[in-house]
């Protein structure tokens, strides 16, 4: 088996066994991998308190066929700040969540690897606007993924939203805004304000950490959001459970 260094964010930690656990991290260099940390739960183990769920961490391990196995790990950032805050919580589980969704596979891209320490980074240093932040790093990671949402044309016709007769919608499996005209049935296909549209352009253009704090529209751009990773998501596994892991808030 091969022995490798990295750096990897600690997506999930399930346990496993009597004092195991099966880990899911980013890592810089192979993507989003799977792996066990023996013994981690015993009250001697040299690394538990260091893989936490949302850690940020330097980690050695062996390469296995379906998991590695860590034997060596440092902290470098906690993100304490986000377990022990409901609301942040929350979020960084959605993050979590189109993480997993969009970014399967073996291949590593530090290009996710950096959205999302900014954007658990951007969790921990404000005091509002989290669900902003989430629906943020959900367009950010579909553009990086290869489904970048089409905001600035209707998929249907190509006419500019602002030069229609204001009715917009959005189509998730479509990818994009539909005007009236190009409007399909399709029982996921739903209206969208203007205003909507320029918020998620906004978090587009945006660098994560500034990103507003407030939740203006916040409901409505998130359901754009969602509904996007989740029609563009392999085998749709946002329908499935992926909290960063078992851990109860204080």
């Known amino acids: ?7 990897g964010i600690v997506l999930r930690s399930i346990r496993y066994g009597e004092a195991d656990r099966i880990l899911d991290l980013y890592t810089q260099d192979a993507g989003l ?7 981690i739960r015993r009250t001697k183990s040299r690394f538990g308190a260091r893989l936490e769920p949302l850690s940020c961490v330097d980690f050695v391990a062996y390469q296995g066929r379906t998991l590695h196995t860590v034997t060596q790990a440092e902290t470098l950032r906690s993100f304490h700040g986000i377990r022990e805050d409901l609301a942040r919580f929350d979020a960084a589980a959605g993050i979590v969540r189109t993480v997993r969704a969009l970014s399967g596979g073996d291949e590593a891209d530090r290009r996710v690897f950096n959205l999302l320490y900014h954007g658990l980074d951007s969790l921990e240093s404000r005091d509002a606007g989290f669900g902003t932040v ?9 553009m990086l993924a290869g489904y970048a949402p089409q905001l600035d044309a209707c998929v249907g016709c190509e006419a500019v939203p602002e030069e229609t007769d204001g009715r917009l ?15 399909t049935e399709s029982a996921d296909t739903f209206p969208i304000p203007l205003e909507v549209l ?39 596994l946002l329908l499935g459970p992926s909290t960063p892991g078992t851990r109860r808030l204080a």
Request: aromatic share 6%; net charge positive; hydrophobic share 45%.
């Open 169 to 183: 919608y959005f189509a998730p499996n479509l990818g994009g805004v539909l005007c009236a005209e190009c409007r």
């Open 134 to 142: 989430e629906a943020a790093f959900g367009l950010k990671l579909s």
């Open 198 to 236: 320029d918020r998620l352009r906004a978090l587009i253009r945006n660098p994560i950490r500034d990103v507003p704090t407030d939740e203006i529209l916040g409901e409505s751009v998130r359901r754009v959001v969602r509904s996007h990773v989740l029609a563009h998501a392999p085998g749709n």
């Open 33 to 39: 991998v799977s792996a066990i940390a023996k013994g």
């Open 1 to 7: 088996m091969a022995v490798y260094k990295s750096k």
